[in-house]
């Protein structure tokens, strides 16, 4: 379980750096919506493997991101972490890469819907 936060902590500390600190002209005009459906597939993936609510949300990666970025990385973990504790908890490997999947790209597709990715 361990080794599963610190994979969780590293996917949403690379996701914050490489959200926050590409210059917004230098990104592609899909890359954040890209990479927050890869934060929100990192995050049911972790909730798919059994971790809590509190593991996700107690991640190093969001206790040490810059402030400046911590309260919205912070939001936006809860709100995929709420959204993830609705779906179901499979046991069946392949139906947990459905449910990470699936969850991706709704999060995507909602970015991308939202404007954020333009």
């Given amino acids: 379980m361990i080794f599963r936060s610190r994979v969780l902590c590293a996917i949403i500390a690379t996701t914050t750096l490489m959200i926050f600190s590409t210059p917004a002209d230098a990104r592609s005009p899909?890359?954040?919506?890209?990479t927050m459906g890869e934060m929100a597939k990192s995050i049911m993936d972790g909730r798919q493997v059994g971790l809590t609510r509190s593991d996700i949300l107690s991640t190093p990666a969001l206790q040490n991101s810059p402030p400046s970025v911590r309260a919205i990385?912070?939001?936006l973990v809860r709100t995929?972490?709420?959204?993830?504790f609705k779906i179901e908890r499979?046991?069946?490997?392949?139906?947990q890469q459905i449910a990470a999947e699936e969850f991706r790209v709704r999060a995507e597709s909602a970015c991308t819907e939202s404007g954020l990715g333009d």
Avoid at 30 to 34: A, E, G, L, Q
Avoid at 90 to 95: F, I, S
């Fill in 73 to 75: 990385m912070q939001s």
């Fill in 90 to 95: 499979y046991t069946d490997p392949a139906d």
């Fill in 80 to 84: 995929f972490v709420t959204e993830a």
């Fill in 30 to 34: 899909n890359s954040v919506c890209i």
